[in-house]
């Protein structure tokens, strides 16, 4: 069962993300109601100053594929690191979700317990002594 996924933000998601929002037309100040055609550099700047927007917020999306083992969430995420400018790289796995006092938390149309992402434990290993 898959159930390991990363999140996290990429310079190159964010930039994807940028190119769907960034509109190719901004509004003519001369003459209310009218749109001005943006030249492609100008909007290639916009995209980028967007993106660079995105990676200081601190919204993060899932990055990969689901994962059978965190171990192979965390081949990928050396190998994001490597391709290109990322942050908030975090492995999350798909559990049961639970309240405050532990039990689980149930969808009251269907009467079965909600599943979603949850933060995976770091390793523990200076824990371990």
Not at 78 to 96: E, P, Q
Request: net charge positive; charged share 30%.
């Amino acid at each position: 069962m898959s159930t390991f996924a990363v999140f996290g933000m990429t310079l190159d998601v964010a930039m994807a993300e940028a190119r769907k929002t960034v509109k190719t037309t901004r509004p003519d100040p001369k003459r209310p109601g009218h749109k001005i055609e943006l030249s492609v550099d100008d909007w290639l700047i916009k995209v980028t100053q967007k993106a660079e927007q995105v990676m200081g917020g601190g919204r993060i999306k899932q990055l990969s594929p689901l994962f059978d083992a965190p171990q192979y969430a965390e081949q990928f995420i050396d190998l994001a690191r490597k391709g290109s400018k990322c942050r908030d790289m975090r492995i999350r796995a798909k559990r049961t979700l639970v309240d405050a006092q532990g039990e689980p938390i149930i969808n009251p149309k269907t009467k079965a317990p909600k599943i979603g992402f949850t933060d995976w434990p770091e390793k523990q290993d200076s824990q371990a002594a």
